[in-house]
């Protein structure tokens, strides 16, 4: 009666999944209840002019393809997803995680198998029954054995398995999420490298055209040599130039490459000029609260955290007694050919419980670990959302920055390739020296490389931005967001195993 009365016990124990971690509390956000307004956050742009408005949508409803109007892009971002190997490393770390909790899992029940066995010994003549010095044993069974959770040890250790799996799930999404924005950074960087050094070959056209007119004065006795060397020292580092924003434009397609996880398909669709990339301007920042369940580093971190609290759980219960079941059931006989007789049947049960005296403080020193890691994790957390909250200030005061500075290097360009005009025309009236000429060029190359870089820097901004506020999980508007732990065929010798282990495991959203 006893036996039955503690295995019921142990049963409800188990169904209520009973633990000794502490009640879990989210800490508390470390930054302000709002993003920076005014001064450089007060400008934030409105929808720009062919360009797709959000409509209010936080970044999280809006599908990557939504966001980037451009077909060759989009081309980009659907292979990178489908090949980029940092990416399989992640969701190949969420399917290992996911395994190791099923393993954790799996020791909360019993434990149950089948044993054929023979054991043969010889004993000693003078201590052998009816002179048989040797012996013969075999058996055929079923042994099983369970560890009662009452303390919620095994429960807890699950519960940690768990969470790192969820973890990791977030981590995966996260990167999925960072992929999308790489990609699209690195192609418009191509597009401004492209722009740069067609910047480059005009000015270095220009240039050789000015260093002829030069030679052809100083041949004819016209022109000083001052003059002839002034225009070539344009020429030679326009030529420099050019040679320097060709290797850059080949690195930049070079780390593109590598982000796709494959060579430049040679049917992609043609792209859209740096200029005609209209991306959304006026994605709402919303609160820095709603960050925790748009950034899945946030979650991730969390996750983390909910590890480190149940692990708490699990060194509690290891300063209480361990009780455990043991027991097997099945035939034994002296020969082969009398396991199945009738009398032959065996059974033993044994169960054992085994409470901790003295370990060297071992024990002690685990929860001390355990408790020390929870608070590093809730460091982490803090800093997590600390991170985050930066990230998304730093764009918003970049959005609301960029496009004022552009239209007054639009204006700057705009001038110095007007002084080019009158310095050219009083050098050639013999108003001006060569020297007004060369420091023209300098001047307008200079500021049309500024325009550029800073037309390349709003639009990753944008995307940043856009990164920063949870978008690039979904493809399309309107799509249902797929569970972090999402399985990726990556193959279709894959998908079988990926689609029957994501069955086993929760969802993490």
């Known amino acids: 009666m006893q036996k039955h009365s503690l295995i019921a016990i142990a049963v409800a124990l188990f169904a209520a999944g009973c633990t000794m971690a502490p009640h879990y509390q989210r800490p508390a956000a470390p930054v302000s209840g709002s993003f920076p307004t005014g001064g450089v956050y007060a400008t934030q742009p409105a929808a720009a002019a062919g360009a797709t408005s959000a409509n209010g949508q936080a970044a999280t409803d809006i599908g990557w393809r939504d966001f980037f109007a451009d077909a060759r892009l989009q081309r980009l971002i659907d292979i990178a997803l489908?090949?980029?190997?940092?990416?399989?490393?992640?969701?190949?770390?969420?399917?290992?995680?996911?395994?190791?909790?099923?393993?954790?899992?799996?020791?909360?029940?019993?434990?149950?198998?089948?044993?054929?066995?023979?054991?043969?010994?010889?004993?000693?003549?003078?201590?052998?029954?009816?002179?048989?010095?040797?012996?013969?044993?075999?058996?055929?069974?079923?042994?099983?054995?369970?560890?009662?959770?009452?303390?919620?040890?095994?429960?807890?250790?699950?519960?940690?398995?768990?969470?790192?799996?969820?973890?990791?799930?977030?981590?995966?999404?996260?990167?999925?999420?960072?992929?999308?924005?790489?990609?699209?950074?690195?192609?418009l960087q191509v597009l401004?490298?492209?722009?740069?050094?067609?910047?480059?070959?005009?000015?270095?056209?220009?240039?050789?055209?000015?260093?002829?007119?030069?030679?052809?004065?100083?041949?004819?006795?016209?022109?000083?040599?001052?003059?002839?060397?002034?225009?070539?020292?344009?020429?030679?580092?326009?030529?420099?130039?050019?040679?320097?924003?060709?290797?850059?434009?080949?690195?930049?397609?070079?780390?593109?490459?590598?982000?796709?996880?494959?060579?430049?398909?040679?049917?992609?669709?043609?792209?859209?000029?740096?200029?005609?990339?209209a991306l959304i301007t006026d994605i709402p920042a919303g609160l820095p609260s709603d960050l925790l369940t748009r950034r899945p580093d946030i979650m991730q971190a969390e996750e983390s955290l909910l590890a480190a609290n149940a692990?708490?759980?699990?060194?509690?219960?290891?300063?209480?007694?361990?009780?455990?079941?043991?027991?097997?059931?099945?035939?034994?006989?002296?020969?082969?050919?009398?396991?199945?007789?009738?009398?032959?049947?065996?059974?033993?049960?044994?169960?054992?419980i085994s409470l901790p005296i003295f370990q060297g403080g071992v024990n002690k020193a685990n929860l001390d670990l355990a408790t020390v890691q929870k608070n590093i994790q809730i460091a982490q957390y803090e800093k997590a959302i600390q991170t985050a909250f930066r990230e998304v200030a730093d764009g918003l005061a970049a959005r609301g920055t960029y496009d004022q500075q552009i239209q007054a290097l639009e204006r700057n360009t705009f001038a110095e390739q007007r002084a080019l005009d009158l310095s050219n025309l009083r050098y050639t009236?013999?108003?001006?020296?060569?020297?007004?000429?060369?420091?023209?060029?300098?001047?307008?190359?200079?500021?049309?490389?500024?325009?550029?870089?800073?037309?390349?820097?709003?639009?990753?901004?944008?995307?940043?931005?856009?990164?920063?506020?949870?978008?690039?999980?979904?493809?399309?508007?309107?799509?249902?967001?797929?569970?972090?732990?999402?399985?990726?065929?990556y193959s279709a010798e894959r998908a079988p195993a990926a689609a029957t282990s994501a069955a086993s495991a929760p969802s993490a959203g």
């Open 429 to 489: 009236n013999g108003v001006d020296s060569y020297l007004s000429v060369l420091t023209a060029q300098t001047n307008l190359y200079t500021a049309q490389q500024s325009l550029v870089n800073a037309r390349v820097n709003r639009l990753t901004n944008l995307v940043d931005l856009y990164k920063a506020l949870g978008g690039g999980w979904i493809e399309r508007a309107g799509e249902q967001p797929r569970p972090a732990d999402a399985p990726v065929d």
């Open 311 to 352: 692990n708490i759980g699990a060194a509690r219960a290891a300063f209480f007694p361990k009780i455990s079941l043991t027991g097997n059931f099945g035939t034994l006989s002296p020969t082969l050919g009398g396991l199945f007789k009738a009398g032959s049947a065996a059974w033993q049960f044994a169960p054992q």
């Open 82 to 187: 489908k090949n980029n190997r940092d990416l399989r490393v992640s969701v190949l770390n969420m399917q290992a995680a996911r395994a190791q909790y099923q393993i954790q899992r799996g020791a909360l029940l019993p434990t149950i198998s089948a044993v054929g066995q023979q054991t043969k010994s010889r004993t000693p003549l003078d201590l052998s029954v009816a002179n048989q010095t040797i012996q013969n044993q075999y058996s055929v069974g079923v042994n099983g054995s369970w560890e009662l959770d009452f303390f919620g040890r095994i429960q807890s250790l699950k519960d940690q398995a768990l969470a790192q799996y969820l973890s990791t799930a977030q981590a995966r999404k996260a990167a999925e999420i960072a992929l999308v924005a790489q990609v699209a950074d690195q192609y």
């Open 192 to 277: 401004g490298a492209d722009d740069l050094l067609q910047v480059t070959q005009n000015t270095l056209k220009s240039s050789q055209e000015s260093y002829r007119i030069a030679k052809v004065q100083f041949d004819t006795g016209t022109g000083s040599e001052l003059d002839l060397r002034q225009a070539q020292t344009v020429v030679e580092q326009a030529e420099a130039n050019q040679q320097a924003q060709a290797r850059l434009r080949a690195q930049a397609e070079n780390a593109l490459v590598l982000l796709i996880g494959e060579p430049l398909p040679a049917d992609l669709a043609a792209g859209l000029p740096l200029n005609d990339q």
